[in-house]
């Protein structure tokens, strides 16, 4: 019956799956055996670039009496709006719906119950375009055709790996030229680099130029002009080196 027994637990062990005592496995992390003096630093690099990217939030608001109304009537403003970024050469992909809102309008008199006045709807559509020299009239054509709500424009960079990719070497270089740095103070050299990481990449935008018109166009014949001016992306690094 023992020898049984014992057949028996020697096929079932035979039958665990390899993948699934692989599992319970453990491998032991290598860590780099100094036998120097150990430096951390944290270096960052930096590039600019002029934006080559526009988003404007672009809108429009209606006050009617019945709920049905404004809303008729949002549509068909916002209707022409769309047909206006159309006429400038946005694409359908750069033009995207962030909201539409219905909300009651009340008054509200000392004593008395609340009294409604009507219906706000509002229609929001953020609007991507990359010739920024026609920002201006842009804004302008959306105001002329209804849009009583615009923000923005936010400039950004449209693909902005590259320049992200330039900013980490010299995140790199920066590093090594501080280790070196310290290294001769301490009247020591860098003999290895011995780990690096990467905390992230970042834009560093000036302050965001605000477009706010309403149903009046205060801006007469005049057409707004966008500067772009020129934004900073960011990598930022962690280094340790040995020295010795």
């Known amino acids: 019956m023992r020898k049984i027994l014992m057949t028996v637990l020697a096929l079932a062990a035979a039958a665990v799956p390899a993948a699934a005592i692989s599992q319970v496995q453990t491998v032991p992390v290598q860590v780099p055996l100094i036998s120097g003096t150990r430096l951390d630093v944290v270096a960052s690099g930096e590039v600019t670039r002029v934006p080559d990217l526009a988003i404007i939030s672009a809108g429009v608001q209606t006050l009617r009496p019945t709920a049905t109304a404004a809303i008729d009537e949002n549509a068909a403003r916002m209707e022409r709006v769309r047909a206006a970024l159309k006429r400038a050469g946005i694409e359908d992909r750069d033009i995207q719906t962030s909201s539409i ?9 000392q004593n008395r119950p609340p009294r409604l006045t009507g219906y706000r709807a509002t229609n929001t559509v953020n609007v991507k375009f990359r010739d920024l020299k026609r920002t201006g009239a842009i ?8 849009a009583n709500q615009i923000n923005g424009p936010n400039l950004t960079i449209d693909k902005p790996e590259s320049a992200l990719d330039e900013a980490r070497t010299k995140a790199i270089a920066n590093g090594r030229a501080r280790a070196d740095l310290y ?3 301490l009247g020591m050299r860098v003999v290895r680099l011995i780990s690096v990481s990467e905390g992230g990449g970042s834009h560093i935008p000036p302050p965001m130029p605000m477009v706010m018109m309403q149903e009046a166009r205060a801006m007469g014949d005049a057409s ?4 772009p001016g020129t934004q900073q992306l960011q990598v930022g690094v962690s280094m340790s080196f040995e020295l010795q």
């Open 139 to 146: 804004l302008d054509a959306l105001v002329a055709e209804g």
């Open 224 to 227: 707004s002009k966008i500067d």
């Open 183 to 185: 290294a001769r103070a």
């Open 101 to 109: 809102n219905l909300n009651p309008e009340y008054v509200y008199d």
